[in-house]
C-alpha cells in the first residue's frame, strides 16, 4: 500500500511538473558549407575561410550574415530586442567595411540551426515556418538567403554572379557612385 502510494504521489507530481512548464521550439539544425566562389560586398572581398561570421550557403542558396557592420555597410539598420530581429533599409551606409576575422581557419561544413526569433523586415513580420529558404542562426548571427526577395525587394541590393567574379553584392549607395548596376 505504502509503494502504491508513493507511486501515485510520484505520477501527480510529475504530470502536474510537466504540465506546468512552457513548450520550447526545438531549433531545426542543417548543414552548411563555406563558399567554393568568391564574394564581394561593395567591391571587398571577402574571406570566408578566416572570418567569423562568413558568408555561408545551405541548400544551393547563399545566405548573408546580418551583423550589425555587415549590415550597416550594405545600407541597412539592425536592432534586437525582446527576441526580435528587426532589419530596416536606411539610405546612408557606413563606407568602410569592418570584418570579423578569427585566428584559426574555417572548416568548410558546419551546423547551423532553422530561426526561432521573431524577425521583422521593413515593418512586415516573418514567418520563418513558412519560408523556402529559411532564416538560420550560425554563431549566434540570423543569417538571410540572399533570394530575390530579401536582397533586392526588401534590402535594395543589386547581385551577380559568374563563374569570373563570384557573387558580387552591391548596395545603392556604391551603385550611384560606381555606377556598377546589373538591374538597376
Same mark, same amino acid.
Given at each position: 500500500?505504502?509503494?502504491?502510494?508513493?507511486?501515485?504521489?510520484?505520477?501527480?507530481?510529475?504530470?502536474?511538473?510537466?504540465?506546468?512548464?512552457?513548450?520550447?521550439?526545438?531549433?531545426?539544425?542543417?548543414?552548411?558549407?563555406?563558399?567554393?566562389?568568391?564574394?564581394?560586398?561593395?567591391?571587398?572581398?571577402?574571406?570566408?575561410?578566416?572570418?567569423?561570421?562568413?558568408?555561408?550557403?545551405?541548400?544551393?542558396?547563399?545566405? &548573408?550574415?546580418?551583423?550589425?557592420?555587415?549590415?550597416? &555597410?550594405?545600407?541597412?539598420?539592425?536592432?534586437?530586442?525582446?527576441?526580435?530581429?528587426?532589419?530596416?533599409?536606411?539610405?546612408?551606409?557606413?563606407?568602410?567595411?569592418?570584418?570579423?576575422?578569427?585566428?584559426?581557419?574555417?572548416?568548410?561544413?558546419?551546423?547551423?540551426?532553422?530561426?526561432?526569433?521573431?524577425?521583422?523586415?521593413?515593418?512586415?513580420?516573418?514567418?520563418?515556418?513558412?519560408?523556402?529558404?529559411?532564416?538560420?542562426?550560425?554563431?549566434?548571427?540570423?543569417?538571410?538567403?540572399?533570394?530575390?526577395?530579401?536582397?533586392?525587394?526588401? &534590402?535594395?541590393?543589386?547581385?551577380? &554572379?559568374?563563374?569570373?567574379?563570384?557573387?558580387?553584392?552591391?548596395?545603392?549607395?556604391?551603385?550611384?557612385?560606381?555606377?556598377?548596376?546589373?538591374?538597376?
Amino acid at each position: 500500500m505504502k509503494k502504491t502510494k508513493k507511486l501515485l504521489a510520484t505520477t501527480v507530481l510529475s504530470t502536474f511538473l510537466l504540465t506546468g512548464l512552457p513548450s520550447v521550439a526545438m531549433a531545426q539544425n542543417v548543414t552548411v558549407t563555406l563558399p567554393n566562389f568568391p564574394v564581394t560586398l561593395n567591391g571587398i572581398e571577402l574571406q570566408p575561410s578566416i572570418e567569423d561570421y562568413p558568408v555561408i550557403v545551405y541548400n544551393n542558396i547563399t545566405y &548573408f550574415p546580418m551583423t550589425y557592420h555587415y549590415a550597416n &555597410f550594405l545600407g541597412l539598420s539592425t536592432e534586437w530586442a525582446d527576441n526580435t530581429l528587426t532589419v530596416q533599409k536606411i539610405d546612408t551606409n557606413t563606407k568602410k567595411l569592418r570584418t570579423y576575422e578569427k585566428k584559426e581557419g574555417n572548416k568548410n561544413k558546419y551546423t547551423a540551426a532553422v530561426s526561432t526569433a521573431n524577425v521583422v523586415v521593413n515593418g512586415k513580420t516573418i514567418d520563418n515556418r513558412k519560408e523556402d529558404y529559411p532564416l538560420l542562426v550560425f554563431r549566434d548571427v540570423t543569417y538571410f538567403p540572399l533570394t530575390w526577395r530579401y536582397a533586392v525587394d526588401e &534590402f535594395g541590393w543589386d547581385y551577380s &554572379f559568374d563563374e569570373k567574379n563570384g557573387l558580387e553584392i552591391r548596395n545603392k549607395s556604391y551603385i550611384e557612385i560606381y555606377g556598377k548596376s546589373n538591374h538597376y
